[in-house]
C-alpha cells in the first residue's frame, strides 16, 4: 500500500511538472523581454526595476529564482543609492517571505520598505507596503489588523488618484468583509471590481475576483454559482501557470463538494490542492489542506486517519504562529474524539480552542467550542457544568436583550430532559434484556414497556411546556426592550443604576470633589443633550478640552463613575443611539445599516458590528429585523 502511495504521489508530481511546462509558455515571453532588459540597458535604475518584476514574475512558480533576483535589485540599489529601487526591493523580499511563511522576517522587511518610501516621498510604494503587511496578518487571522492596513492603504491611493491600486486593495478589502460577515460589503467590493477588470481585459485580477466572489457564495450557501466562479478562476490560473491560486481553486472547489455532501469529490479536490502546495512548499497551505482532508475522513467515520490529519496540520500552525488555525485544529480534534467517546481528550482539546478563540477575540467560533464543550458534558452526564458553559457561551457581556440567552438556555433545558429521558430508555432496555434471561413473565416485560412508554410522555409534556415558556419569554424579551429603547427616561435609569453600581476599588480618587461633579455635569450636559458622541474621531483629548479639564481628570471621572474606560464609555453611547435609530420606523427606511452607524458615530460599518454584536448579543440586521416585526 505505501508503495502504491508512493507511485501515485510520483505520478502526480510528473503530472504537474508536464502542466507546468506546458502553460509556461505565455508567460516566457513577459520573462524573456525582462531579462533581455537586463542585458541590454547601461540604465541601472532600468535594470533594478526589471530585477523587480522578474521577481515577481517568479514569485508564483520559482521562489529561489524570484529571492536571487530582489537580492540582486536591493545590491545595485544600495551600490547607486537609488533608494525607491531599495524600497522595492525590501519590499519584495518580505513578500517572499511571505511565501516562505516567514512572518516575522517579512513584516521587519516591509517595514524598512515603508521608512524609506516615506522619506523619499512614494505613495505607490507605501500603498504596497501596506497590502502586503495586510497578507500576513490575514494569514495569522488577525482581520482587525489586515483591515487597518488595507484601509491605510486605501486612503491613500484615493488621495493620489491610484484607480488601479485602489481596485486591488478594495479586492483585499472584500476579501476581509467577507471573513467578518460584511456580505453585503464584500460583494459589493468584488463585483464593482470585477467589471473594472474586464474593462481592462487583466485576466490575473478578474481571476482572482471569480475566486473571492465564489468565496462569498460559498457564505450565502449559493453553491452552484460559487462552483461556477471557482471553475472559471481555476481555467485562468492554469493559463497563467499560477500555482498557488490553483490549490486555493481546488480548495474552495473541495469546500463546495463538501458543503454538497459529496465528500468523494470533495477529497480529490482537497487531495489536488495538498500535491500543488507540497511542490510549492507552501506550509501555510498544506496545514489548511491537512485540516480540510481531516474533516472528511471525520465525515466517513475514519476518526483515528482524521486525527493524524488534524495533528499534522496543528504542528504547522503551530510553528508558524497561526493561534486562529491552532484553535480551528483543537476544536477539530475535540469532535473525533468526542465521537471516539474520548470524552477526558476531548474536553482537553476544546478548553484549549476556547482559550486561543478568547484571546483573539473570535467569538463566533468560541461560541461553537463552548457548545462542543457543552456537548461533551452533557455525554458525560455533567448536566450542571453543561449548563453553565452553554450560559457562558451567550454571556460574552451582559445587554439589553436577552433574548438569545433565554433560547439557548431552554434549548440546554430540552437537551438536559431529553439525556435524563434517553438514560432512564437504555436502563429500561437494560433490565428488560436481564428479566428476558433470568424469568419469562410476559406481565413484567409489560409493566417495563408501559413504564418506559409513560416517562417518554412525560418527558416530552416537560418539553413541550419548557418549548412553550422559551417562545413566550423570547417574545416577552423583545417587547420589552424595544420598549425600553423607545424611551429616554427608562434608559437614563438604566445609566444611574450602573453608577449606582459601578465597582468598588476603594482607592482615593485624585480629583477633587467639586472638580469632579462640574466635569460630570458637563459631560452629560454634552453627550444627552448635544450628542457630542456622533463625532467618530472624538478623543479623549478633544473631549476634554471642551470639558476645559484634562485627559487625565476626564478619565478618571468617567472610570470612577462608571466603571468603564472613555472608549467603551462613548461606545455605548454610541450603540443606544444606533439601537433608537433602528427601532425608529421612520429612521428604519430612509437609512441603511452602513447610514444608521455613520449617524451613531461609527468610523466604519466593521467596528460598528462587532461593538453591536459585544453589546446586544445580537447583529444590528436582526436587531432591525425584530424591532419591525413588533
Do not use: W
Request: net charge positive.
Amino acid at each position: 500500500m505505501q508503495k502504491l502511495n508512493y507511485t501515485k504521489k510520483v505520478l502526480a508530481i510528473i503530472l504537474l511538472l508536464i502542466l507546468q511546462a506546458t502553460t509556461s509558455a505565455q508567460n516566457r515571453n513577459t520573462t524573456d523581454s525582462l531579462k533581455n532588459i537586463t542585458a541590454e540597458t547601461s540604465h541601472d535604475t532600468v535594470k533594478i526595476q526589471a530585477y523587480i518584476q522578474l521577481s515577481c514574475e517568479y514569485e508564483n512558480y520559482d521562489l529561489d529564482t524570484a529571492l536571487y533576483y530582489s537580492d540582486r535589485a536591493l545590491k545595485k540599489s544600495l551600490n547607486i543609492n537609488y533608494k525607491k529601487g531599495v524600497a522595492d526591493a525590501y519590499r519584495q523580499k518580505g513578500i517572499l517571505a511571505i511565501c516562505f511563511d516567514d512572518y516575522n522576517s517579512a513584516d521587519s522587511l516591509i517595514n524598512i520598505a515603508i521608512s524609506i518610501c516615506r522619506e523619499i516621498n512614494y505613495p505607490e510604494g507605501i500603498i504596497k507596503c501596506f497590502v502586503a503587511l495586510s497578507e500576513t496578518t490575514y494569514k495569522k487571522g488577525e482581520y482587525r489588523l489586515t483591515l487597518e492596513y488595507l484601509l491605510n492603504a486605501l486612503k491613500i491611493a484615493e488621495d493620489n488618484n491610484y484607480k488601479m491600486l485602489k481596485s486591488l486593495v478594495l479586492g483585499n478589502l472584500g476579501l476581509v468583509y467577507l471573513e467578518m460577515g460584511d456580505y453585503e460589503k464584500a460583494i459589493k467590493y468584488n463585483l464593482n471590481i470585477l467589471k473594472i477588470f474586464e474593462e481592462l481585459n487583466d485576466k490575473r485580477q478578474i481571476a482572482n475576483c471569480n475566486l473571492n466572489i465564489g468565496c462569498f457564495y460559498i457564505e450565502i450557501e449559493e453553491l452552484n454559482k460559487s462552483m461556477g466562479f471557482f471553475n472559471n478562476a481555476l481555467k485562468s490560473f492554469i493559463e497563467l501557470n499560477d500555482k498557488r491560486q490553483q490549490s486555493k481553486c481546488f480548495t474552495n472547489i473541495g469546500i463546495v463538494y463538501k458543503k454538497q455532501k459529496k465528500y468523494k469529490e470533495a477529497l480529490l479536490n482537497f487531495n489536488k490542492a495538498l500535491e500543488i502546495d507540497i511542490i510549492n512548499n507552501d506550509t501555510y497551505e498544506i496545514s489548511a489542506d491537512y485540516n480540510h482532508i481531516g474533516t472528511i475522513y471525520s465525515k466517513f467515520n475514519k476518526n483515528i486517519k482524521a486525527n493524524e490529519y488534524f495533528a499534522e496540520s496543528l504542528k504547522i500552525k503551530t510553528r508558524l504562529g497561526d493561534k486562529i488555525g491552532m484553535a480551528s485544529c483543537y476544536l477539530n480534534i475535540a469532535c473525533v474524539e468526542t465521537k471516539l467517546k474520548n470524552y477526558k481528550i476531548a474536553e482537553v482539546y476544546c478548553i484549549k480552542s476556547i482559550e486561543l478563540y478568547k484571546q483573539n477575540k473570535v467569538l463566533n467560533s468560541q461560541r461553537k467550542a463552548l457548545e462542543q464543550l457543552t456537548k461533551i458534558y452533557n455525554l458525560t452526564g455533567q448536566y450542571k457544568k453543561a449548563f453553565n458553559t452553554q450560559n457562558k457561551a451567550i454571556a460574552f457581556k451582559d445587554s439589553l436583550f436577552n433574548i438569545e440567552k433565554i433560547r439557548k438556555i431552554t434549548q440546554l433545558e430540552e437537551k438536559y430532559l431529553t439525556g435524563i429521558l434517553e438514560k432512564q430508555n437504555l436502563k429500561l432496555k437494560y433490565e428488560n434484556k436481564i428479566q428476558q434471561s433470568k424469568i419469562y413473565n410476559h406481565k413484567k416485560t409489560h409493566k417495563i414497556y408501559f413504564t418506559g412508554l409513560f416517562l417518554s410522555l412525560f418527558a416530552v409534556s416537560i418539553i413541550l411546556i419548557q418549548y412553550k415558556k422559551k417562545n413566550n419569554a423570547y417574545k416577552f424579551l423583545v417587547k420589552k426592550n424595544i420598549n425600553l429603547l423607545n424611551k429616554e427616561k427608562e434608559l437614563k435609569d438604566i445609566k444611574e443604576q450602573k453608577i449606582v453600581n459601578k465597582p468598588n476599588n476603594n482607592k482615593k480618587t485624585t480629583v477633587a470633589d467639586n472638580l469632579k461633579e462640574d466635569i460630570l455635569n458637563k459631560l452629560i450636559q454634552l453627550l444627552d443633550n448635544e450628542k457630542i458622541f456622533k463625532k467618530f474621531n472624538l478623543s479623549i483629548e478633544k473631549l476634554a478640552k471642551q470639558l476645559q479639564t484634562n485627559k487625565k481628570y476626564l478619565s478618571i471621572v468617567i472610570n470612577e463613575e462608571f466603571g468603564i474606560n472613555y472608549i467603551d464609555f462613548i461606545n455605548e453611547y454610541r450603540i443606544k443611539e444606533s439601537m433608537f435609530l433602528l427601532s425608529d420606523p421612520e429612521k428604519n427606511l430612509k437609512l441603511s445599516i452602513s447610514g444608521i452607524a455613520e449617524e451613531s458615530g461609527f468610523k466604519s460599518l466593521s467596528s460598528f458590528y462587532r461593538t453591536f454584536k459585544n453589546y446586544t448579543g445580537i447583529t444590528p440586521s436582526k436587531f432591525r429585523q425584530e424591532a419591525i416585526a413588533l
